[in-house]
């Protein structure tokens, strides 16, 4: 495996960065409202350090169990969940991670409303919508995630801060645009209806961060154009999704 070298990891950083300040600035947006969440699903512990040591404070990891066995073994950091949580991983999920980007559904909802009182970990909730309806991707269609802020309503307990979406993949940052701008109007009537504040848009990845921060992202995740390729990773089926240790 490659050795994750710090100076050439700073680099990257320092790039970015710049590139969320410029892309903020263009959309006249104070560039501290966009959080960079570093991706470090798949990467080993001694890499993940050095992000934190870099000045990465903020870390995204799709699994829970990779993350739990990462974290003792880094400084600390604040831990985000980006990937689907399974409701048997809810309290494991719960002693780690203080904010989930991903909650897809309204069992999922009222697990975490359950557990959370008796953990006392409240985390800051992200609801993820499928905005451009594809059929394979999870997350609540537009319509599902009004029926969600019912129940939340009802549940009380909850903190529910923004919504979350992962576009269809594609090479040109700029065929997301659309799906960001879905994803910030139906947060703005979310908002409008229920007479609530959802703060937080999670949205842009590698590819099209620039283009997500204008259409108004407060959190980022980047994994690849940071910590480089991940060569561990294979996406697997719905189905076959086991949550192992990598
Ligand atoms: C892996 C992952 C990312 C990071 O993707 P890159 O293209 O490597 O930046 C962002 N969001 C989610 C939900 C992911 O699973």
Excluded at 47 to 57: F, K, R, T
Excluded at 59 to 64: F, H, I, M, P, Q
Excluded at 205 to 232: P, Q
């Amino acid at each position: 495996m490659q050795t994750f070298d710090s100076d050439s990891f700073q680099q990257r950083l320092d790039a970015i960065q710049s590139r969320i300040h410029v892309a903020a600035e263009r959309a006249n947006r104070d560039p501290a409202e966009v959080q960079l969440v570093t991706v470090t699903k798949t990467f080993p512990p001694e890499a993940v350090q050095v992000a934190i040591q870099c000045g990465c404070s903020v870390l995204g990891e799709n699994r829970v169990q990779e993350a739990l066995a990462k974290a003792p073994l880094c400084s600390s950091a604040d831990w985000h969940l980006i990937g689907r949580l399974q409701r048997n991983k809810i309290r494991h999920a719960l002693s780690l991670f203080s904010t989930l980007h991903s909650v897809d559904s309204i069992p999922l909802l009222e697990d975490l409303a359950r557990i959370q009182e008796e953990t006392g970990n409240r985390p800051q909730i992200l609801l993820e919508v499928n905005v451009a309806a594809q059929p394979t991707k999870i997350g609540f269609t537009p319509t599902a995630v009004r029926e969600a802020f019912h129940v939340i309503q009802d549940l009380g307990c909850l903190q529910v801060v923004g919504l979350m979406t992962v576009p269809p993949w594609t090479p040109d940052p700029e065929a997301s645009r659309c799906h960001f701008t879905a994803l910030r109007n139906l947060r703005d009537s979310l908002e409008q209806e229920f007479s609530i504040g959802l703060p937080e848009l999670s949205m842009g990845m590698s590819c099209d961060f620039e283009v997500a921060i204008e259409c108004g992202a407060s959190f980022v995740r980047v994994g690849t154009a940071l910590m480089g390729k991940r060569t561990a990773y294979k996406p697997q089926p719905k189905s076959l999704d086991t949550d192992d240790f990598i």
